[in-house]
């Protein structure tokens, strides 16, 4: 089957194409258009270079097309990118300003173009379903609720990816297809050995996650990507006063505040030097107290999270770093678990060392009672599965 993976942004389109069967993916090809004020010809000029690279006869040729839709309103999971999707995106556009206007223009031109190829919405959200009313739910006012303010949870196809491939290397194939099959037949009944997992995405934007037995019991980020963990250039969690406060002391309106708080907040913000944590890592070797202290807030706030999921399931036999920071800095992922023998985590400084970046590792100890494992992110290759897993099942 040839899933292609449409990942749009603001004014960027990127694709993959992939062959699937059930047991493997391979990647056909890979592009991408900058700049872009119209998605309509980005398509027809891929089309035309994946004929030509003699990838696919014609557009036609191609199985179902995948997107990886961020956040829509009364809408989640892997779904046909139908008119539902599209009210859905357009019912969120002001929380996820920069990603929902792309994807349903996207949508729109690939039901133009290649109006007999299915199309899949894989919201990052999707993974979330299954949080009770209890995680999810603010302590806000009915009207505000009623809006549909709650936690939603992102990251979704990354956090599921560990959740199936934490399972398949500690051999519990049980929860692996349990995940597998997540949104095609929903959690069920579960009754296999527990398999608790603490998931930190730590890239650009970073979150963390409570994985009970395949299935996501909470999130550190909330209505938008704006919550939980400080990300490159975001916040991350606030108190709602620190808002109106600073729009009258510094008189500037509320509009501008949320531009600060998108834009010049999180480890720029915090560091002053970048919104890249290799840089800051430079800063801090060459002794910059600010940069030090945007990494000891960032190490500060996943133990946080770490630790609140770890209490809610009552235990984790599972650690996971993924995503650019996870995967390649190892002070920071021993900064994470340190002190925390008495919990059964227990680093092996020698793996944690050497584990780098595309390559998978477990860096605790052999005794280590909870397994701390480094898993790298491929989200176009977690969006394809599942859009094979739908279009399979359909
Ligand atoms: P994104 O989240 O932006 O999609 P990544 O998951 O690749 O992309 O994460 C990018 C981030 O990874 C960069 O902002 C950078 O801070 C971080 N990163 C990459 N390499 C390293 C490294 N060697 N050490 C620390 N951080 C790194």
């Not at 993974?127 to 806000?140: G, L, R, V």
């Not at 250039?233 to 109106?244: K, W, Y």
Request: proline share 4%.
């Amino acid at each position: 089957m040839k899933i292609l993976i449409a990942n749009l942004g603001s004014t960027s389109f990127k694709y993959r194409l992939f062959d699937m069967d059930d047991s493997n993916a391979a990647q056909l090809a890979s592009g991408g258009y900058e700049r872009v004020t119209d998605y309509t010809n980005c398509i027809e000029d891929m089309l035309e270079t994946l004929v030509g690279e003699g990838h696919l006869q014609s557009g036609e040729e191609i199985d179902a097309v995948g997107f990886k839709t961020v956040l829509g309103k009364d809408l989640s999971g892997c779904v046909t990118a139908d008119a539902r999707v599209l009210e859905a995106l357009e019912g969120f556009k002001e929380v996820a300003p920069a990603h929902n206007p792309a994807y349903a223009t996207g949508i729109r031109c690939f039901a133009e173009k290649l109006p007999t190829v299915p199309r899949v919405a894989l919201f990052e959200t999707a993974f979330y379903q299954w949080m009770t009313p209890a995680a999810y739910n603010y302590a806000i006012p009915q009207a505000w609720r009623d809006l549909g303010i709650r936690r939603y949870g992102f990251h979704g196809a990354s956090h599921k990816f560990v959740a199936e491939r934490s399972a398949e290397m500690l051999g519990n194939e049980v929860v692996a297809e349990r995940v597998r099959q997540l949104y095609v037949d929903g959690p069920g009944e579960y009754e296999g050995a527990p398999l608790r997992v603490l998931s930190c995405h730590l890239g650009g934007s970073s979150s963390v996650t409570g994985i009970q037995n395949g299935v996501a019991i909470g999130a550190s980020m909330g209505f938008s990507p704006q919550g939980g963990l400080p990300q490159n250039n975001r916040v991350g969690d606030l108190d709602s006063m620190a808002i109106p406060y600073v729009c009258k002391m510094l008189g500037i309106s509320v509009e501008e505040a949320e531009r600060q708080l998108n834009k010049e907040s999180g480890l720029l913000g915090l560091s002053g030097v970048s919104n890249d944590a290799r840089d800051i890592c430079e800063a801090i070797e060459a002794g910059n107290e600010n940069a030090q202290l945007a990494i000891d807030v960032l190490i500060d706030s996943i133990r946080h999270w770490a630790g609140s999921f770890f209490f809610k399931m009552g235990g984790a036999e599972a650690i996971v770093f993924t995503a650019g920071i996870g995967e390649n800095d190892a002070d920071l992922r021993a900064s994470v678990c340190a002190g925390l023998e008495d919990l059964g985590v227990q680093i092996d400084p020698l793996a944690n060392a050497k584990a780098i970046r595309g390559a998978e590792g477990i860096i605790s100890s052999p005794d280590s009672k909870i397994k701390v494992l480094v898993i790298p992110a491929n989200e176009e290759l977690v969006i394809a599965r599942e859009v094979f897993r739908k279009v399979k099942a359909s």
